[in-house]
């Protein structure tokens, strides 16, 4: 999860660090897994926002689903890219 939003970006910086970490550790076969695991990205703390317990609950509660949403915010209604 990142506290900023990149406009017009596939992902916040952390999300796009972790997709191409993880895609260099299997191209070089250093990671310690043989598939691509599923990454996920989010963002909270937009305009000051404070993160509570039930929204890291909430993260956690998607992870479990079968088909985790790919990007989401938590603490706002982020309107413009929902």
Request: hydrophobic share 35%; net charge negative.
């Amino acid at each position: 999860m990142d506290r900023t939003k990149e406009a017009g970006a596939l992902g916040e910086p952390l999300y796009q660090d972790v997709v191409n970490a993880v895609s260099v550790a299997l191209d070089e076969g250093s990671a310690p897994f043989q598939q691509k695991p599923v990454i996920i990205g989010g963002r909270y703390g937009l305009s000051s926002k404070d993160l509570s317990p039930a929204m890291v609950k909430g993260v956690f509660d998607e992870l479990k689903k079968d088909h985790p949403k790919r990007q989401f915010t938590v603490g706002i209604d982020d309107d413009v890219t929902t």
